[in-house]
């Protein structure tokens, strides 16, 4: 059972690790006043962009840089419709999803022939995991071994990121100018302005903070976990890093909390495949929807009330002198 409960954890932070990152992403997008629904898009994007530079220069970390460039590219886009031409944030967050998962698709095809995956990765072009010292020599010790040789160890280089960028994000956003300026943005772009801080700028940076965060996220779906891209191999999980990110409350820590529980849940759906009730078997589709079944239940009946940012959604006009 101890042995059972360490490998769920496991996989829980295997599992967890994009959908955290892509929370912190919309984190800073929606804490400057900015929807940013878009996480799902800018997740396949960087997971195809990420898997296929590092199938043809044969290296993780020249894959890791095209992710997340375009993944700040597409922020951009989404920033120069909703933030420069005001434009509707979810109409534009819904365009560049859709955009990704066809343009994945087809420049997969395109590219490498195998109905829109690109080759598999190994050596240097993906993220191996890190053996941590001593590992494999307690790997035999009882209870201290397999906490360190399995949950702690054997992790890839972004899973150790993610869990180190949560509490940076946490100081930035609560520690820093830029932080202070940033969620004053989202609470009363016109007194920000007022003050001389340029509401137009704050917002751009927090869009390009978003980028780097969900591309990082999605570099490591397709070269850290799968060491390939698939077609639609987000699966949703960036409009799980957004309820996740209401769940936490727009908080890098609640919000972390938020990614593992689901997480989890999607580890023991993966557990459970193939029990039975009684003679009857459990139905696969059953047991793949319940991560989300309980995602919807959770944030209906347990989150109590979350309140956004005031100015969350609303372009900012400045006001003539």
């Known amino acids: 059972m101890f042995e059972t409960i360490i490998l769920m954890l496991d996989a829980t932070i295997r599992v967890a690790?994009?959908?955290?990152?892509?929370?912190?992403?919309?984190?800073?997008?929606?804490?400057?006043?900015?929807v940013n629904i878009a996480l799902e898009g800018k997740l396949l994007s960087s997971a195809f962009?990420?898997?296929?530079?590092?199938?043809?220069?044969?290296?993780?970390?020249?894959?890791?840089?095209?992710?997340?460039?375009?993944?700040?590219?597409?922020a951009l886009l989404h920033g120069f419709a909703s933030i420069t031409h005001k434009g509707d944030q979810v109409v534009s967050g819904m365009a560049i999803n859709i955009l990704a998962t066809g343009l994945t698709i087809t420049?997969?095809?395109?590219?490498?022939?195998?109905?829109?995956?690109?080759?598999?990765?190994?050596?240097?072009?993906?993220?191996?995991?890190?053996?941590?010292?001593?590992?494999?020599?307690?790997?035999?010790?009882?209870?201290?071994?397999?906490?360190?040789?399995?949950?702690?160890?054997?992790?890839?280089?972004?899973?150790?990121?993610?869990?180190?960028?949560?509490?940076?994000?946490?100081?930035?956003?609560?520690k820093t100018k830029f932080g202070l300026r940033l969620r004053a943005v989202g609470e009363a772009?016109?007194?920000?302005?007022?003050?001389?801080i340029s509401v137009v700028g704050m917002r751009y940076g927090a869009m390009v903070l978003c980028g780097i965060l969900v591309?990082?996220?999605?570099?490591?779906?397709?070269?850290?976990?799968?060491?390939?891209?698939?077609?639609?191999?987000s699966a949703g999980k960036g409009y799980m890093a957004l309820a996740a990110l209401i769940f936490g409350k727009w908080r890098p820590m609640t919000a972390m909390s938020a990614c593992l529980l689901f997480g989890f849940l999607d580890a023991l759906a993966i557990r459970l495949q193939g029990v039975s009730i009684g003679d009857f078997p459990i139905p696969v589709q059953a047991i793949e929807a319940l991560p989300?079944?309980?995602?919807?239940?959770?944030?209906?009946g347990f989150i109590g009330k979350a309140i956004a940012p005031k100015a969350i959604g609303v372009p900012?006009?400045?006001e003539r002198e």
């Open 189 to 196: 772009p016109a007194a920000v302005d007022t003050a001389g």
């Open 215 to 233: 591309g990082l996220g999605g570099v490591y779906l397709s070269v850290g976990q799968t060491a390939q891209f698939i077609p639609n191999m």
């Open 17 to 34: 690790t994009p959908l955290i990152l892509a929370s912190l992403a919309g984190m800073f997008s929606e804490r400057s006043g900015v």
């Open 316 to 318: 900012y006009t400045k």
């Open 107 to 174: 420049l997969g095809r395109y590219w490498f022939h195998q109905g829109g995956q690109t080759p598999a990765l190994s050596g240097a072009a993906r993220f191996a995991p890190i053996h941590l010292p001593g590992a494999d020599a307690l790997a035999n010790t009882p209870v201290i071994g397999l906490l360190y040789s399995e949950l702690l160890s054997g992790h890839s280089i972004i899973e150790y990121m993610a869990f180190v960028i949560v509490p940076l994000s946490w100081y930035v956003l609560f």
């Open 49 to 74: 962009a990420g898997a296929a530079v590092a199938h043809v220069t044969g290296s993780a970390w020249l894959g890791l840089l095209a992710g997340v460039a375009i993944s700040v590219l597409l």
């Open 292 to 300: 989300y079944l309980l995602t919807v239940f959770l944030l209906a």
